[in-house]
C-alpha cells in the first residue's frame, strides 16, 4: 500500500511561485508498482481536475490552464513528485492533491495541501 503525503501549500500574491511536494512512501514493490504521479486541485465549489503528471518514463501531461507556467518533475528515486508552480493567478486557488496510479489500476491519493493566491 502506498501512502502520499503533499506539502508545500501556503498563501501567496499573484505573480508569485510555489514548490509543492508529494512523498509516496510504502514497500519497495509498492513503491515500483507507482505508473504515473500527478497533481489534481479541487477549487472551492468545483470538480476536481488534473493540473500535470508525470508517468515512469519521463512523459508529462499538463493541464492548458497552467502550461508555460507550471512544472511537474519526479525524483530519480521514483517515489518523490515536486510541482514548480510559477506566476501564480488567483484562479490557481484551491486545495492540490497528489495522485499515485498504481499499475494494478488503483488510484492512490493524497489529503492535500491548500493553495490560496491573492489579487
Known amino acids: 500500500q502506498v501512502h502520499l503525503v503533499e506539502s508545500g501549500g501556503g498563501l501567496v500574491q499573484a505573480g508569485g511561485s510555489l514548490r509543492l511536494s508529494c512523498a509516496a512512501s510504502?514497500?519497495?514493490?509498492?513503491?515500483?508498482?507507482?505508473?504515473?504521479m500527478g497533481w489534481y486541485r479541487q477549487a472551492p465549489g468545483k470538480q476536481r481536475e488534473l493540473v500535470a503528471d508525470?508517468?515512469?518514463?519521463?512523459?508529462?501531461n499538463y493541464a492548458d490552464t497552467v502550461k508555460g507556467r507550471f512544472s511537474i518533475s519526479r525524483a530519480t528515486t521514483g517515489n518523490t513528485v515536486y510541482l514548480q508552480t510559477n506566476n501564480l493567478k488567483p484562479d490557481d486557488t484551491g486545495v492540490y492533491y497528489c495522485?499515485?496510479?498504481?499499475?494494478?489500476?488503483?488510484?492512490?491519493w493524497g489529503k492535500g495541501t491548500p493553495v490560496t493566491v491573492s489579487s
Open positions: 495522485n499515485s496510479k498504481m499499475r494494478s489500476g488503483v488510484d492512490v
Open positions: 510504502g514497500s519497495i514493490v509498492s513503491i515500483l508498482s507507482i505508473n504515473t
Open positions: 508525470i508517468r515512469s518514463d519521463g512523459s508529462t
